[in-house]
């Protein structure tokens, strides 16, 4: 099974940028489409970025449209999330995972805390 590990988050000020990694086990990994998924205090998780198997097509909630890019690098089972002009509203543990139709493909990793000061 693939095991997911994300890294990266931290606390800056509004304005500012994170790059998050997440890390896959497994031989697998070039087989899913991934995306990233975050969870604010009190709200359920939603939907931030997707990427298909070969990058060729991406997908991102309006609210993070135009600020956050997603990527991966197969050969490296690594997906990233670069977040530019980070607004308060971004503070959330961001998830990976890899997406299908209503559910996920795989076990949920610890999630990396992103915290955006005003």
């Known amino acids: 099974q693939v095991q997911l590990v994300e890294s990266g988050g931290g606390l800056v000020q509004a304005g500012g940028s994170l790059r998050l990694s997440c890390a896959a086990s497994g031989r697998t990994f070039n087989s899913y489409v991934m995306g990233w998924f975050r969870q604010a205090p009190g709200k359920e998780r939603e939907f931030v970025a997707a990427i298909s198997r070969s990058s060729g097509n991406t997908d991102y909630a309006d609210s993070v449209k135009g600020r956050f890019t997603i990527s991966r690098d197969n050969a490296k089972n690594t997906v990233y999330l670069q977040m530019n002009s980070l607004k308060p509203e971004d503070t959330a543990v961001y998830y990976c995972?890899?997406?299908?139709?209503?559910?996920?493909?795989?076990?949920w990793g610890q999630g990396t805390q992103v915290t955006v000061s005003s």
């Open positions: 995972n890899a997406p299908y139709g209503l559910g996920f493909l795989l076990d």
